[in-house]
């Protein structure tokens, strides 16, 4: 009882802060159907989405809480498969108020489409969200619509290239229009891995590209995968309560305790961007990206050099072309024009001369 107490006071001090300090351009207004897809056959594994994370909660009720925090989500929905053994799964969710659909256990791009037909209640914008994400980043997903709100975009990226962002801190809705296409178009494994079929063929879309703040860039495991991943997650909750806090101030106290990363850190990644890709799709994605706008976070404010949260396209002082960020580390971003190759870095503290 009193940890359920704990989690009601920080849903309403969470809430009254609005998805720290972005709130000003935070008017996505209940835009987002959320599909949570969820099954508990899994490769390494099962049943893993019904695990406790702490006593009172499951892998799957600790996700559902973490899009409920999200002001810009107006519908959520479980979609899981017709089998059996997902009977469990359909339990807890109603149980959670939830409503769920069932379908097709390997075409996942099918079964988030009759979820929405079902229980859509017209939203512009759906975002898949997962079962093995148990830190899902609200304030990103709040952020994320807002900015594709207001600029008409039907997708938005992450800035970046040599590395991914933490798991849940790259947060990507789709418009309508989007998924629309996704589900037309996807073959083969594109049905299993919704949103594949999108990143290979961007050039059909409006959208526009995030500088992602630098504390997305940390070697951290956040995807549960294994009983080490969960094991992690669990050590996070007993630590820092980490459940029900915003993704950047766990990362923060991970900064600060990083050797609890070292539960999973071993645990190697089975789809990515640079595992489910090839480097020619990789390098299509790079020439694409020149002249899409870039909307910079709050690494522009570290830095000094463009005012925080405030949207700007940043292009090649020389050729005009997109600048790509290459490398964060330890907060400065170095950046390199597509066109011209042209290199400009920024530091997060003044370098010392």
């Known amino acids: ?63 559902i809480w973490r899009l409920k925090m999200a002001q810009s989500v107006k519908t959520i929905v479980v979609a899981t498969s017709e089998e059996s053994s997902d009977d469990p799964i359909e339990i807890a969710a109603l149980a959670e108020d939830i409503p769920v659909y069932r379908g097709s256990l390997d075409n996942v791009v099918e079964r988030m489409w009759k979820a929405m037909e079902e229980y859509g209640r017209g939203e512009p914008f759906i975002y898949r969200a997962m079962g093995d994400q148990p830190f899902m980043d609200w304030e990103a997903l709040d952020r994320s619509t807002a900015l594709m709100l207001e600029n008409k ?8 290239f040599k590395e991914d962002p933490v798991y849940g801190a790259g947060i990507a809705p789709w418009s309508y229009k989007a998924f ?34 630098h504390w ?40 600060k305790n990083s050797r609890l ?12 961007t640079y595992t489910s890709y090839t480097e020619t799709e990789i390098k299509q994605w790079q020439k694409d990206y020149a002249g899409r706008p870039v909307v910079w976070s709050d690494m522009a404010g570290l830095v000094g050099k463009i005012e925080t949260a405030k949207q700007l396209a940043y292009l090649c002082p020389k ?15 170095e950046l390199e024009c597509i066109l011209c190759n042209h290199k400009k870095k920024y530091f997060s503290a003044k370098p010392k001369r």
């Open 153 to 160: 975009w039907d997708n938005i990226l992450a800035l970046a």
């Open 180 to 213: 629309e296409a996704i589900r037309s178009n996807s073959t083969g494994e594109e049905n299993e891995h919704a949103g594949m079929w999108l990143r290979r063929n961007l050039a059909k879309f409006d959208y526009g590209l995030i500088d992602l703040p």
């Open 261 to 272: 990363s070292e539960i999973n850190a071993h645990i190697e990644e089975k789809t990515g």
């Open 216 to 255: 997305c860039y940390r070697p951290y495991r956040f995807e549960v995968d294994t009983h080490e991943d969960l094991n992690f997650v669990r050590v996070l909750h007993e630590h820092t309560q980490a459940g029900w806090k915003p993704l950047k101030t766990t990362i923060r106290y991970l900064d």
């Open 319 to 333: 050729c005009g072309g997109a600048l790509i960020a290459l490398h964060i580390t330890k907060g400065d971003l």
């Open 1 to 63: 009882m009193e940890e359920c107490a704990k989690l009601e006071n920080s849903l309403s001090s969470a809430r009254r802060c609005g998805g720290g300090g972005y709130q000003h351009i935070m008017n996505a207004d209940k835009k987002v159907l959320a599909i949570l897809c969820v099954r508990t056959s899994s490769g390494r594994m099962d049943h893993k989405v019904l695990s406790n994370t702490t006593e009172d909660w499951t892998l799957l009720k600790q996700c």
